[in-house]
């Protein structure tokens, strides 16, 4: 069964401090995508990263920086969190574009942060 | 940029009753239209998507969509509700294949209730 797991489902943190998200998937996609969704916004697109070592501005990116050093992992850094940041906050994968099943993510379950 | 707009935040219908869920695009370019489902506590999962061949689409679970070009539309039906669909609804889009490895743009969400 494909999958897409996060490592933390829920995690609560302080002001200031450093958090990380860690995301893996075992489909060998290539492309990865960090969401925060917040009740009445939907989701929106923090980062996102086409390839290893690759990483690309979503809509939402101040606050937080993203790592992939190997194609499965795919991490979200908050340098300093501060309480608007708290929030759910989805990974999700897919192929490259062209194929098939272009468009179609696959999400994990999704890490609640709090920042108090 | 493309965009979506989800038409009402919260949905409720009696079970057995016609589940409708509005969804209108804005986009420049042709473009691909998905309908996810997230169930609570979980991440989202696809249910149908529009890229282009038949503007009636099937998805997962009995639910379908039309894509209307002259109405800007890709609204959400299923014949008759069951208490399994209780869960919130999110419309997106992207720019297809043909612009690189798309990101989609998610709405706002609908979470739809089933009243016994």
């Known amino acids: 069964d494909v999958k897409v797991t996060q490592s933390s489902r829920y995690l609560v943190k302080r002001t200031g401090e450093k958090v990380f998200l860690e995301c893996v998937q075992d489909?060998?996609?290539?492309?990865m995508f960090w969401y925060r969704q917040d009740p009445g916004l939907g989701l929106r697109l923090i980062y996102f990263s086409y390839d290893v070592k690759m990483k690309e501005k979503g809509d939402i990116p101040e606050g937080y920086s993203v790592s992939r050093e190997k194609k499965e992992r795919f991490s979200l850094i908050l340098e300093s969190a501060s309480t608007n940041q708290t929030s759910m906050y989805l990974c999700a994968s897919s192929r490259t574009s062209g194929r098939v099943d272009t468009g179609e993510l696959f999400f994990g379950e999704g890490s609640r942060l709090t920042v108090l | 940029a493309q965009s979506v707009t989800q038409l009402g935040s919260h949905v409720s219908v009696s079970e057995g009753a016609l589940v409708l869920l509005r969804c209108n695009y804005s986009s420049s370019v042709p473009p691909y239209l998905f309908w996810y489902v997230q169930y609570p506590n979980q991440g989202l999962q696809l249910l149908l998507k529009?890229?282009?061949?038949?503007?009636l689409v099937k998805g997962i679970n009995g639910f379908e969509a039309e894509f209307k070009k002259s109405e800007t539309s890709f609204h959400l039906t299923k014949p008759s509700a069951h208490m399994s669909d209780a869960a919130e609804y999110f419309c997106?889009?992207?720019?297809?294949?043909?612009?690189?490895?798309?990101?989609?743009?998610f709405g706002t969400g609908t979470r739809l209730t089933i009243i016994p």
């Open positions: 489909m060998d996609h290539e492309n």
């Open positions: 529009y890229t282009s061949a038949a503007t």
């Open positions: 997106a889009v992207s720019d297809g294949p043909n612009f690189g490895n798309e990101k989609l743009t």
